[in-house]
């Protein structure tokens, strides 16, 4: 459960804005969208692969 404590004479906006701050970094809702279809485990470890590769050739780029 996440909990946001008001501080004194703080903004609801911004105790709000802090809260889905911490929502966000739990990972609830992008956990939520990746259980609504089974993906395979190849799938997903192709689409790691695939982003690793893309990562480092944008590396290698900015070196040169």
Same mark, same amino acid.
């Given at each position: 459960?996440?909990?946001?404590?008001?501080?004194?004479?703080?903004?609801?906006?911004?105790?709000?804005?802090?809260?889905?701050?911490k929502f966000e970094r739990t990972?609830?809702?992008?956990?939520?969208?990746?259980?609504q279809a089974f993906t395979k485990?190849?799938? !997903?470890?192709? #689409? &790691?692969? =695939?982003? %690793? !590769?893309?990562? #480092? &050739?944008? =590396?290698? %780029?900015?070196?040169?």
């Amino acid at each position: 459960m996440i909990v946001v404590q008001l501080k004194e004479g703080e903004n609801i906006e911004r105790a709000l804005k802090r809260f889905k701050r911490k929502f966000e970094r739990t990972g609830a809702i992008r956990e939520l969208r990746a259980r609504q279809a089974f993906t395979k485990p190849s799938v !997903i470890k192709r #689409k &790691k692969m =695939q982003k %690793a !590769i893309y990562v #480092k &050739k944008l =590396q290698e %780029a900015q070196e040169q």
